[in-house]
C-alpha cells in the first residue's frame, strides 16, 4: 500500500511540474487512455516506468513514460507515444515480458499442394489433387534476444500425397523397383499416387512486429516412416485397385520453409531438396509445396 501511495504522489508530482512547465509557454496537455489492453508499471531504483499498450478501437498504441525520483525533485527523463515502436533491426521487448514467453505452444496447422522437381518427363503430378497436411506442432519457443525474435522446436505429423491423374501410373514389378508407365489400353484412369506419413520436426525463426504482421523461415527435419502406393482404375467394368506399403522412401529428408502472416492465419512455401524415394529402387524427385498456415 506504502509503495502505492509513493507512486501515485510521484506520477501527480510528476504530472504537475510537467503542467507548470508547458504553462509557462501557455500551452496545456491532457492525455486520456481509453480501455488499455495492459498497464505497466516497473520500479527499478529510484525510477519509475509506466507502459501502456493498446488501447479502444487501436491495438498497436504504445505509450511509455519514465519518471526518476531524486531527493530534491521528481522529473520526467523520458516520454514516448505512438503506434509504432521499432529497434533497428528488430522491435526490443524487456526481460520480464521475454521470460514470461518462454513456453509450451501449439501451432501451426497447414494445408498445402504439392509439385515435383526434377522428376522424370513422363511423371505428370497433378499440383491440383497432390495435397499436404501437416498437424498443428506441439513444441517450445523462446527468446533469446531482447526483441520480438524467438525460437521454436517441435513435432507435428505430416501426410503428402504426389499425384497423378494422366495417361501414366506408378508401377511396382514383382521385385522391388518402382517405375512410371502407362495404363492397360481402354482403361477408365482414376488416378495413381505416392504418399509419405512423416514425423516432422520443425526449428523455426519467427520474428513478430508491433502490427501483428509475423515472418518465419528454418528447416524442418522429416522421418519418413510409412510410405505408399495406390493406382484406381476401370477396365471392361470391373474395378481395380492396387496397392503396396513398401515403397523404400527416404527415410530422413530435410525441408527449407519460409511462411508470411497476419495475426492467426499465414503463407508458406516448402522446398524439400531431398529425394522423395530411394532412387535405387524409384523414380527420382524432390518436391515443392505452398499452402496455408492457421494458428
Known amino acids: 500500500m506504502k509503495k502505492m501511495i509513493l507512486l501515485a504522489v510521484t506520477l501527480l508530482t510528476a504530472t504537475g511540474g510537467y503542467a507548470e512547465s508547458r504553462d509557462s509557454l501557455k500551452v496545456e496537455?491532457?492525455?486520456?487512455?481509453?480501455?488499455?489492453?495492459?498497464?505497466?508499471?516497473?520500479?527499478?531504483?529510484?525510477?519509475?516506468?509506466?507502459?501502456?499498450?493498446?488501447?479502444?478501437?487501436?491495438?498497436?498504441?504504445?505509450?511509455?513514460?519514465?519518471?526518476?525520483?531524486?531527493?530534491?525533485?521528481?522529473?520526467?527523463?523520458?516520454?514516448?507515444?505512438?503506434?509504432?515502436?521499432?529497434?533497428?533491426?528488430?522491435?526490443?521487448?524487456?526481460?520480464?515480458?521475454?521470460?514470461?514467453?518462454?513456453?509450451?505452444?501449439?501451432?501451426?496447422?497447414?494445408?498445402?499442394?504439392?509439385?515435383?522437381?526434377?522428376?522424370?518427363?513422363?511423371?505428370?503430378v497433378s499440383m491440383g489433387s497432390s495435397w499436404e497436411v501437416t498437424t498443428p506442432t506441439l513444441g517450445w519457443q523462446c527468446y533469446p534476444w531482447a526483441t520480438e525474435t524467438s525460437l521454436s522446436i517441435g513435432v507435428a505429423?505430416?501426410?503428402?500425397?504426389?499425384?497423378?491423374?494422366?495417361?501414366?501410373?506408378?508401377?511396382?514389378?514383382?521385385?522391388?523397383?518402382?517405375?512410371?508407365?502407362s495404363y492397360p489400353e481402354e482403361a477408365d484412369i482414376q488416378f495413381s499416387r505416392i504418399k509419405v506419413f512423416s514425423w516432422a520436426v520443425p526449428v523455426m525463426l519467427t520474428h513478430e512486429t508491433k502490427n501483428n504482421f509475423n515472418f518465419s523461415l528454418g528447416a524442418i527435419v522429416n522421418f519418413n516412416t510409412h510410405a505408399s502406393l495406390k493406382t484406381r482404375y476401370k477396365l471392361d467394368g470391373q474395378e481395380f485397385k492396387l496397392t503396396d506399403s513398401n515403397i523404400h522412401q527416404t527415410p530422413v529428408t530435410i525441408d527449407i520453409q519460409a511462411s508470411i502472416g497476419y495475426k492467426t492465419i499465414g503463407f508458406y512455401v516448402k522446398y524439400s531438396p531431398c529425394k522423395i524415394l530411394d532412387t535405387a529402387y524409384g523414380p527420382e524427385f524432390s518436391a515443392l509445396s505452398v499452402g496455408l498456415v492457421l494458428f
Not at 519514465?66 to 526490443?92: H, L, Y
Open 157 to 181: 505429423c505430416s501426410w503428402r500425397n504426389y499425384r497423378m491423374t494422366s495417361r501414366q501410373r506408378f508401377i511396382k514389378d514383382a521385385g522391388s523397383d518402382m517405375y512410371i508407365g
Open 29 to 124: 496537455s491532457v492525455m486520456s487512455v481509453e480501455n488499455p489492453e495492459r498497464v505497466t508499471i516497473t520500479e527499478s531504483g529510484n525510477r519509475f516506468l509506466v507502459e501502456i499498450n493498446g488501447k479502444k478501437d487501436n491495438p498497436g498504441f504504445r505509450y511509455a513514460r519514465e519518471v526518476e525520483i531524486s531527493p530534491s525533485d521528481v522529473s520526467v527523463t523520458k516520454e514516448r507515444s505512438g503506434n509504432w515502436d521499432f529497434n533497428i533491426p528488430f522491435r526490443k521487448r524487456t526481460s520480464e515480458k521475454r521470460h514470461k514467453r518462454n513456453e509450451f505452444v501449439l501451432k501451426d496447422f497447414k494445408i498445402g499442394l504439392s509439385c515435383v522437381q526434377g522428376a522424370p518427363e513422363n511423371m505428370d
